[in-house]
């Protein structure tokens, strides 16, 4: 592949990405073609949706830099973090969520894009696509969007008061097991971090 067509697949893949999200997740901010707020807010409490609108953002300043010439380091690293929060994303649903709520309603509509396809494509971007060498060390920069989210998450279903808390929608807390729910997604966002790092060395 001559670096010209890489150029132009990664600006198409990254545009598609960008605009595919915002599709999606504005289409379910609106109710009868207007603005919701109230469903605007609760829907930007799910990591789904937070990880793949970063993911979208990143995707946008990677193609406009692409477009513009060159793509920096610090933007390259934030397109990693990126994609490693919307592989946890896709792997959450697919080995945890999908059989507890079933598959059908997690990859149909605009999920089929925010849970499985967007991910795919960011991995194909970085681990296919995109030259350069990601360190072990920045691979594990790829565990900031987990850890942060899981902090908000056990923080509005566990400890705020019963009047804000948030409901248990990704039954982390099942059981009281919170502890555990938070050791198992820091393990495998590690594991997943540590796999994108490998796919970069291919």
Known sequence: ?????RRILMIVCDLAIFFVTAACVLGGCITDRHWDREKTGKTFRFFTILSNVFCALASLAAALCLI????PEAVRLVRYVSTAAVSVTMVTVLVFLGPNMGYLPLLSGSSLFLHLLTPLASIAVFAFLEEGTLTFAQSLLGLIPMTAYGILYCRKVVFEPEERKWDDFYGFNKGGHWRFSCAAMFAGTLILCVLLWALDKV
Do not use: C, Q
Request: no cysteine; proline share 0%; hydrophobic share 35%.
């Open 1 to 5: 592949m001559t670096e010209a067509t």
């Open 68 to 71: 513009g010439g060159r793509l």
